[in-house]
């Protein structure tokens, strides 16, 4: 699809290449993760929903932390940012808002694809904004900076631990589901005991199900703290006119949908429409221009 609309520049060599690591980082993980639940199943057939649930929150941290060191340079390269004035920039959004983000990184997008990003990473010390070349190379310093800004508000709402926090309470709800399942199966004559590897199937459809009914409720979660984040750097920036500049230029980049239909956004996107970001950010505009209401 993306190659169809001329969004990928990557060739077919290199697209095999990343479905193959893909492919073993999945295994890889797939296999510790199932060989631990059912360890624990024949471990402690009783409260295993529970430890496993309390020894999988800890791999995910871990994961958090090492994503942006481990993970992500599997597929590109990254390497930290060397422009000046934009480091500058940064380190004087930061202080005002009292924080300091370790690092800014140069992520080579580029190479695979003409689209535009940027992210906030990582956990404690591998914290890090990376901002796409493709962004980097195409917009101007305000605009950068007003991206840097959004990024720097989903650091100082803390939105990675919370969404920590709200995915344990939602894996401990999946584990509560999933030793019920398999009981029940059990119960039922369906397998012999609850160890039974077999039942594997029964539990995927279980995790899949639940993460699909969660699904509106999680990308309303996130779409509230990319609202937020929003509003971080309307106040941090000296104009939102390079925010709103920023925004149409992804929008037109990426072939984003400006106006997808409401029930398409509330079920399925993780970002408020850019027609609404912009809305958002015009409006802000005219309220500063008018001085707060008395
Ligand atoms: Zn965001």
Known sequence: MERRFQLSTQKLRSWLWDEAKGFLVGLVMATIVVELLYFMI??????????TWALFMGLFILLAQLAPVVLFPI???????DDEDLRRRLVQLGERAGTRVRGVYRWKLSEKSKKANAALTGLGRTRRIILADTLLDNYAPEEIE????????HHVH????KSILV?????LLGFWLANFV?????????????S???NLPLLAITATLLSLLLMPALNAYSRYNERQAD????????????????MNKLAQQNLAERTPAKWIELLFHSHPAISRRVAAAEEWGRAQSVGPPA
């Open 167 to 171: 995915q344990a309470g939602i894996t």
């Open 75 to 81: 597929f590109y390269k990254f390497e930290p940012l």
């Open 146 to 153: 007003a991206v840097l800004a959004h990024e720097l508000g």
């Open 158 to 161: 803390r939105h990675i631990l």
């Open 196 to 198: 039974d590897f077999a």
């Open 42 to 51: 024949r471990q402690s057939p009783q409260h295993w929903w529970l430890i």
């Open 182 to 194: 398999l009981h029940y199966a059990v119960d039922h004559h369906m397998f012999e005991e609850l």
């Open 231 to 246: 509003r971080y750097a309307f106040e941090s920036i000296a104009s939102v006119e390079p925010f709103i500049s920023s």
